[in-house]
């Protein structure tokens, strides 16, 4: 039985721009603050997470530029798709992220959203952007790995 099911983990979005665009220095489970109409768009899966990121306003952490698509049937009960949301973290975990990005030029991005037990969560990282080269190697790097799996699997069928 694998992790997620053990746990009833259900993915729901992934920024899979985000590991491309930064280097991934920590990972942290953050609850979200969200309105009715907002879980039942996220349980459709009509959430996106490009160029979304989490910033601090009065020592508590907000995710910004997230999209939620409106729920199709929820009338006057929709929000604004883009508004700030509130995320949930402890206290000394908030501070201690502050302090870096504050003093090492840090910044906090959203991973992926997933359901956990029935509740929303998000994974948060601490990231540091890549420069271009940094990108352009990774990409390198990727193409010979799939180079010599390519040729591994040739060999083994004797192609």
Known sequence: ????????????????????????????????????????????GKVSLRESFAQFDNNELYILNMHISPYTFGNIFNVNPKRKRKLLLHSREIKRLKGQVEEKGLTLIP??????????????????????????HALAEKDAQMDMERELKNKKWGR
């Open 1 to 44: 039985m694998s992790i997620e099911m053990k746990n009833n983990i259900k993915n729901i979005a992934a920024n899979r721009k985000a590991r491309h665009e930064y280097h991934i220095l920590d990972t942290y489970e953050t609850g979200l603050v969200l309105k009715g109409t907002e879980v039942k768009s996220l349980r459709k």
């Open 111 to 136: 991973l992926r959203i997933y359901f956990k037990k029935g509740y929303a969560k998000m994974e948060l990282a601490l990231a540091k952007g890549k420069k271009f080269y940094d990108k352009r």
